[in-house]
């Protein structure tokens, strides 16, 4: 079954403890993002990977690092997450030209 | 800044109704223009696309109408059922980045009722 994954699905975290939020897909798409949903806001683009090696900043990167080292997977890293940063995360994969592939999402709280 | 704005934040229709969802942009440079469904719970979903060569396009019930000179795009769901609600969002991306740069907009939360 063609789908993106992302793990964990669910995170209650702390003030300034590291974590990665993985998403893997099994389309072969080339290109490859991360959101972030808040209400009133929409989706906003944090980061995306039109190819292994390559990243480039969305709307609203800071505070998130991503590395794409293997097509397949794009994990998402919060090195010293803060409470602005609780929020529903989505990844999601495309090909070159077309509709993107969101996966089931994650939601994340900071306290 | 948001460079895609949606209307209305919230709309509710009559099972059989044509519900209406519009979209306006600012940069002249976006060439593909998505509309993303999304049920609660669950991430959002490809419904239908239009790039700017044509004005329409139909998809089953749905079909969005594009407007180049007004720098508007709109979706309209025909004989909208229950099922149709959830929340609808568009959405631009420019030949540059081939569709992997997306701007969304707000947001429409759809409730059809029976």
């Known amino acids: 079954e063609a789908q993106v994954t992302q793990n964990p699905r669910y995170l209650i975290t702390v003030t300034g403890k590291k974590l990665t939020v993985t998403c893997s897909q099994n389309m072969n798409h080339e290109y490859m993002s991360w959101y972030r949903q808040d209400p009133g806001l929409g989706l906003r683009q944090i980061y995306y990977?039109?190819?292994?090696?390559?990243?480039d900043k969305g709307d609203v990167p800071e505070g998130y690092k991503v590395s794409r080292k293997e097509k397949r997977n794009f994990p998402l890293i919060l090195e010293s997450p803060s409470p602005n940063q609780t929020s529903l995360y989505f990844c999601?994969?495309?090909?070159?030209?077309?509709?993107?592939?969101f996966g089931p999402g994650t939601r994340l709280t900071v306290l | 800044q948001q460079q895609v704005k949606q209307s209305p934040q919230s709309l509710i229709v009559q099972k059989g109704g044509i519900p209406i969802i519009n979209c306006a942009y600012e940069n002249t440079a976006f060439d593909y223009f998505p509309w993303y469904q999304q049920f609660p719970g669950k991430g959002p979903a490809l419904l239908i696309a239009i790039r700017p060569d044509v004005s329409e396009k139909k998809e089953g019930r749905f079909t969005i109408s594009f407007n180049k000179s007004a720098k508007q795009f709109s979706l309209h769901i025909m004989d909208s059922q229950p099922g149709d609600s959830a929340t609808y969002f568009c959405a631009a991306s420019s030949a540059e980045t081939s569709g992997s740069r997306l701007t969304f907009g707000e947001g429409t939360q759809l409730t059809v009722n029976p």
């Open positions: 999601a994969s495309s090909d070159r030209g077309r509709g993107q592939f």
């Open positions: 990977s039109m190819n292994v090696e390559v990243t």
